[in-house]
């Protein structure tokens, strides 16, 4: 079998996973823009489930003997973008391998039922409310960096799967060169600066007025609404890959 061949079955599997991966945006599509209150149990579970077997794909030990064989392999038959791919497949397997299902699940129904807390909390200006789920969330991010790299602080093993490489000590370099420019910048303001007319910041604004000209910028941009759409929810999210927009 050639180096092409395997990438091929290599990518038939990951394509499998991204489609699940699709279809779970979907349910948190649904939870945030259209589900009713009550149905909130039902869509934990749900997502548990699909959370399961999406692992359960994502740790196929046949990815892992693909993954191997490629990385030992001359990859010069692949172009920048498929040798990328390994890459970052691989990067993403040994993630996916030093997490359990159990926790997988769990994180999955936290983070519907810490949604749907949120919105109860916000609504009664109440984060007494909030403050249990969000405890079990942080102690589960805990244990899921423990698992895959506990040598390491969490918030480096955490940040990783978003900006890859990224740390707290390189944050506070970012920040801190920030902030030796920012504060004597903020200080001159406060004392020659003239301050901005914000009257009209202030008030109600109609939210079906607010969505409309969120549409009308997006398309403006390239928005192409037969590809995507936009909704009005609770807490503004965006899933770009799966195309769903949503505004406050």
Not at 197 to 207: I, R, V
Request: with cysteine; hydrophobic share 45%; glycine share 6%.
């Amino acid at each position: 079998m050639t180096v092409k061949d395997e990438y091929t079955q290599l990518s038939s599997k990951l394509k499998d996973i991204s489609a699940l991966g699709g279809i779970s945006g979907l349910l948190g599509w649904d939870e945030m823009v259209m589900q009713p209150a009550g149905a909130g149990a039902a869509r934990s579970a749900q997502k548990a489930a699909l959370a399961g077997v999406i692992h359960e794909k994502s740790v196929d030990p046949a990815i892992g003997a693909l993954l191997d064989r490629l990385q030992a392999a001359d990859l010069s038959a692949l172009n920048e973008y498929e040798r990328a791919v390994v890459r970052e497949a691989a990067r993403d397997y040994k993630k996916a391998t030093a997490v359990t299902e159990e926790l997988v699940r769990r994180e999955a129904e936290l983070e519907s039922r810490g949604y749907a807390t949120w919105v109860k909390a916000r609504k009664e200006k109440d984060f007494a409310l909030f403050a249990p789920v969000l405890k079990e969330w942080v102690e589960a991010r805990k244990e899921r960096a423990a698992m895959i790299d506990p040598s390491k602080p969490a918030y480096d093993v955490l940040a990783d799967d978003y900006s890859a490489g990224l740390t707290a000590a390189r944050l506070t370099e970012i920040f801190d060169a920030v902030k030796a420019g920012l504060t004597p910048f903020l200080a001159e303001l406060a004392t020659k600066g003239t301050a901005p007319d914000a009257s009209w910041l202030k008030g109600q604004f109609d939210t079906t007025t607010q969505a409309e000209l969120c549409k009308a910028i997006a398309v403006e941009m390239g928005f192409d609404l037969d590809k995507g759409r936009l909704d009005v929810s609770v807490h503004p999210f965006t899933g770009a890959l799966r195309g769903q927009h949503t505004v406050e």
